[in-house]
């Protein structure tokens, strides 16, 4: 709902700065114009920044249950390992991380996973300041909803936008930016491990090629806080899927996509641990 707010709002806006503009006089337009276009960019920006900026893990693994790939026990981050993240960054990370985990047994009807996320999940967000986020309405929503993948997929994405928004709003945008990192990268990891052989699964190409147009996007983003040393670190830790994905084209061969598969498991095992 986010994102369409803002695809509505900004047009409106530009338009409005473009009426405005035309009642001046010529001799201060051009400088006008270049004020409104300022005003423009502020205003997008602030948009933007709370907007959550690529697509959801809910909304990635609705392609795997589009698939029809069948659920695997155990590939999600034990979520044990809530107890050992110390750091904001660390637990950012696998906020994100538990997200694309709770989305993965949501969206695959298992049910105490689901409890068993939520509670991590809830843990990390407490540290975070962010428990009324992933409370027991949450649980209540998703329980009443199991059968509807759809509004399943609204509901978690729901909360992914909440919690960007959240963190973005508290001047904590670069936990922001390690919370949808921490995501693609748990998001990636499930896709390309739905299988011993995921090459060999009929539509997985599409799937890896759309998360390359994110992957893009997350870089992106993250330039203008590349000072922040959380920031930092968490893209250098990335800079081995940059590399594979720079050798790819607008399509997959079987060796492409066991290349990503073993560089979004070595990345994960760095940001999981």
Same mark, same amino acid.
């Given at each position: ?72 026990? #155990? =590939? $999600? ?5 809530? !107890? +050992?993240? /110390? ?115 009929? #539509? =997985? $190409? ?5 998360? !390359? +147009?994110? /992957? ?58």
């Amino acid at each position: 709902m986010k994102k369409i707010v803002a695809g509505f709002i900004l047009p409106l806006l530009i338009i409005s700065f473009a009426c405005l503009s035309s009642c001046k006089d010529r001799a201060t337009s051009k400088q006008q114009k270049k004020t409104e276009k300022e005003e423009v960019k502020a205003i997008q920006g602030q948009i933007e920044t709370n907007v959550y900026p690529l697509p959801t893990s809910a909304e990635v693994i609705k392609m795997l249950t589009d698939l029809e790939v069948g659920y695997i026990i #155990g =590939i $999600s981050n034990p979520v044990e390992n809530s !107890k +050992k993240y /110390f750091s904001s960054s660390t637990r950012s990370i696998n906020v994100g991380v538990f997200g694309a985990d709770l989305s993965y047994a949501t969206l695959y009807n298992q049910q105490q996973e689901v409890i068993n996320y939520l509670n991590a999940i809830r843990a990390l967000a407490n540290e975070l300041n962010m428990s009324k986020i992933y409370n027991e309405d949450l649980y209540t929503k998703i329980k009443q909803n199991f059968d509807n993948k759809d509004e399943l997929v609204k509901i978690l994405t729901s909360a992914f936008n909440d919690t960007y928004a959240y963190l973005s709003e508290n001047d904590q945008q670069p936990l922001a930016l390690l919370v949808v990192g921490g995501a693609w990268v748990e998001g990636m990891y499930l896709t390309t491990h739905v299988s011993e052989a995921a090459y060999q699964v009929a #539509g =997985i $190409s599409k799937v890896l090629l759309e998360q !390359k +147009k994110s /992957f893009d996007i997350f870089l992106e983003i993250t330039k203008p806080y590349l000072n922040d040393p959380s920031v930092s670190d968490f893209v250098k830790v990335l800079d081995p899927v940059k590399k594979v994905y720079e050798g790819i084209g607008t399509s997959l061969t079987e060796q492409n996509i066991k290349d990503i598969t073993k560089v979004i498991g070595d990345v994960r095992e760095q940001i999981v641990k």
